[in-house]
């Protein structure tokens, strides 16, 4: 991997990755939006930003040069996985700028018959980039680093049919993770606290992502609107 690669990696030890997304329904969905979001997680300390779909990741890339995780959600007829799940997905994120490209790294079925192995292969070989496995269990995390992800992260546990019984953030896998894998385990789901965040990192995360509890305003204010209601109901 070439040094710079290693920088990038190196340059998320201890920090705050933001994920800066927004629903499609939402006036933040815009690519000026989201980018005005990431711009202002970046200047106050965040070492990098997690971006979804190409035109995002191109507008975030034009303003900044924090690393950014890119990542393209497609849902694909009769498949669970949805988080980059084609090198054709990988190649329009590595394009619009994306340092680390996310992927579905978990056990389950793929779309037209690519690995999980062949992905990063491509990934690595073609485009050049890093590869950050969202995954949702220790077996698909080891899994992952056998593949040649460069990162792991917690980032599927509670959203899967094998985990879905279970509550993010998965500071149990995180702690599996970073006791039996050799590559970056970053810790990243139902952060929802600056306190929550610190027991991530000293549990031996890597980084820690963040999203909704940040970024979230449509379910935020969503969340508080229901409490609301309930109180003057009862």
């Known amino acids: 991997m070439p040094t710079s690669k290693h920088s990038v990696i190196q340059s998320l030890h201890q920090g705050l990755i933001v994920s800066c997304q927004a629903p ?5 969905h815009e690519p000026v939006a989201i980018t005005a979001i990431a711009q202002a997680a970046i200047n ?11 035109d995002h990741v191109k507008a975030v890339r034009q303003r900044s040069i924090a ?3 890119g990542l393209w959600k497609q849902q694909l007829a009769g498949y669970k996985v949805y988080i980059t799940p084609q090198f054709d997905h990988a190649a329009a994120i590595a394009q619009a700028g994306a340092d680390i490209i996310a992927i579905d790294a978990t056990l389950r079925n793929r779309p037209g018959g690519e690995t999980v192995t062949t992905l990063i292969e491509r990934i690595h070989g073609e485009l050049g980039k890093l590869v950050m496995a969202d995954v949702d269990t220790i077996e698909a995390a080891i899994a992952a680093e056998v593949a040649g992800a460069d990162i792991v992260a917690t980032t599927l546990y509670g959203y899967t049919a094998h985990t879905n019984h279970l509550a993010p ?19 990243e789901g139902g ?6 965040a610190r027991q991530a990192l000293d549990l031996g995360a890597y980084a ?3 999203g909704t509890a940040i970024t979230g305003i449509d379910y935020q204010v969503k969340t508080y609107q229901q409490a609301i209601r309930t109180s003057l109901t009862n």
Do not use: E, N
């Open 169 to 187: 953030p998965g500071f149990d896998l995180l702690t599996q993770m970073v006791r039996r894998l050799h590559i970056p385990a970053i810790c």
């Open 24 to 28: 499609i329904d939402s006036p933040l």
């Open 191 to 196: 952060i929802s606290s600056p306190q929550m």
């Open 67 to 69: 690393p950014i995780v």
């Open 208 to 210: 820690v992502v963040v």
């Open 44 to 54: 106050q300390g965040a070492v990098g930003v997690r971006i979804d779909t190409p």
